[in-house]
């Protein structure tokens, strides 16, 4: 009797983004993740910082290539780099997501969507001028293969502009080692720890960062105490701007953040 075939990290990723199936250990974590401090996020100006940022990044996008990695169905910014490029594709695991994207891609001229693993030899297309990857990165447990990987796939001056979540502050870290036994999500789960910083810092020029929820992650204590909405989100955003600021040139500050934005280029060896 044949043994069944365990599923591999890509299927079982692609299965829980198309089904949003999650453990109450993983739906916790998810409501602190992506309730509360998404809330505070929204309230503080944090997210159209973010995306101001990436798209002064972008630059001029009209004789651009671009690459918009592990993006499911699009994000914030997949159809301003679609409707801007001079080629854009986006790739992803997921057939669901993809093919809501490609349909909503149908009218923009030179935008496509494809099912594709991004590490796998079928996938041939490259010289890519800019490569968005957004919370994609942390995904790859091998960061030096999808160092190499992203490096093969940029051109010459290619960039990339990245976001994803660190794993170095001690209350994040101490959380989620508690938490990853029970993560549904753990095998292709792989937060940014300083080892992992220095390796994009040793192979790309990190031209400018920014990180976010240092200080400001403190906000969501304050819900819990009598103080007046106006004066948690005067606070809140008082503690953004030093997070943002601070970030961009102390790399212990940075590290005490839980998000980090990146604009890196290829090295010219």
Partial sequence: MKQKKRPTVNQLQ??????????????????????????????????ADIYKLHKSWFGDLSEKKVLDLGCYAGNSL???????????LAIDLSPKGIG?????????PGARAEVMDFLSEAFEEKDF??????????????????????KEK???????????PLETSLPIKTIRRIYRPFQSDRAWEWPFTRKTYYSFAKEFRIVERRAVLGKTKWTTLL??????????????????????????RDD??????????????????
């Fill in 14 to 47: 692609r299965e829980f983004y198309d089904s949003k199936k999650k453990n109450l250990p993983t739906r916790l974590w998810s409501y602190l993740r992506n309730g509360a401090l998404n809330r505070i996020k929204k309230k503080v100006g944090i997210e």
């Fill in 78 to 88: 997949s159809f301003y780099l679609a409707e801007n490029s001079k080629s854009y």
């Fill in 100 to 108: 809501n994207l490609d349909r909503r891609l149908k009218n923009i």
């Fill in 129 to 150: 001028d800019l490569i968005y990857a957004y919370g994609v990165l942390h995904h790859f447990k091998d960061v030096d293969q999808l160092i190499l990987k992203l």
């Fill in 154 to 164: 940029l051109n010459q001056n290619g960039i990339i502009v990245s976001h994803d």
């Fill in 223 to 248: 819900n819990v105490l009598p103080v007046p909405e106006v004066k948690k989100i005067k606070k809140a955003t008082k503690w953004h701007h030093e997070d943002w600021e601070r970030s961009a």
């Fill in 252 to 269: 212990e500050y940075m590290f005490s953040c839980m998000h980090l934005s990146m604009l890196m280029q290829k090295r010219i060896r």
